[in-house]
Nanobody, 128 residues
Framework: QVQLVESGGGLVQAGGSLRLSCAAS????????MGWFRQAPGKEREFLGA????????YYADSVKGRFTISRDNAKNTVYLQMNSLKPEDTAVYYC?????????????????????WGQGTQVTISS
């Protein structure tokens, strides 16, 4: 089993930045990639991006490309989501997720079905 715990959410003004963290514990050696998703009220859970655990390759959704950056610190078993130029429409609960599926090409990591481990989510609210 793998446990994921997100942190770093909060209230930020539009145009500001936030960095979310996702700490992984347990059988982390089984993880191939980590993904970030978000879910706004009344909307489907949306894929934001993913990073491979060992190689650090990344893939982003077009909606956040250029504003959001995913990185990882293998020594700390932690993945980060740096969010810049935040907009009110970025308001959502943000989730990290772990996948053990070694898929290729990376765009396949956009599929929620590949992720067997999920964190509890952290609220991000952007004020206008």
């Amino acid at each position: 089993q793998v446990q994921l715990v997100e942190s770093g959410g909060g209230l930020v003004q539009a145009g500001g930045s936030l960095r979310l963290s996702c700490a992984a514990s347990g059988r982390t050696f089984s993880i191939y990639a980590m993904g970030w998703f978000r879910q706004a009220p009344g909307k489907e859970r949306e894929f934001l991006g993913a990073i491979t655990w060992s190689g650090g390759s990344t893939y982003y959704a077009d909606s956040v490309k250029g504003r959001f950056t995913i990185s990882r610190d293998n020594a700390k078993n932690t993945v980060y989501l740096q969010m810049n130029s935040l907009k009110p429409e970025d308001t959502a609960v943000y989730y990290c997720a772990g996948s053990t599926s070694q898929v290729s090409p990376l765009y396949r990591l956009a599929s929620r079905a590949l992720y067997g481990y999920w964190g509890q989510g952290t609220q991000v609210t952007i004020s206008s």
